[in-house]
């Protein structure tokens, strides 16, 4: 069964930094492309950063300069260190292949962020 599981959120103030992580039950080497994504209340699902191979990498305007994406295959995990955290950026993060794939999401983890 395929299974992305992500970790590494919390609660920290802004200003603060988090690290997720984001464990695949298969290998990640063959996928070309992962992304991270977020869904804050009441908000549609939206894209974050994307990785495509080890170096291109894509981010939302809302994120860039802040957050960075890498991905190590032998551990078939996919990071998003975040920094300078705001208020703004409370939501459920997943990862999952991008383009998304349906039965590919995870639960998620909880990233919340306070003033």
């Known amino acids: 069964q395929v299974q992305l599981v992500e970790s590494g959120g919390g609660l920290v103030q802004a200003g603060g930094s988090l690290r997720l992580s984001c464990v695949a039950s298969?290998?990640?080497?063959?996928?070309?492309?992962m992304g991270w994504y977020r869904q804050a209340p009441g908000k549609q699902r939206e894209t974050v950063s994307v990785?495509?191979?080890?170096?291109?990498?894509n981010y939302a305007d809302s994120v860039k300069g802040r957050f960075t994406i890498s991905r190590d295959n032998a551990k078939n995990t996919v990071y998003l260190q975040m920094n300078r955290l705001k208020p703004e950026d409370t939501a459920v993060y997943y990862c999952?292949?991008?383009?998304?794939?349906?039965?590919?999401w995870g639960q998620g983890t909880q990233v919340t962020v306070s003033s």
């Open positions: 990785i495509v191979g080890h170096s291109t990498t």
């Open positions: 999952n292949k991008a383009p998304p794939q349906r039965g590919y």
């Open positions: 298969w290998s990640i080497s063959s996928i070309n492309a």
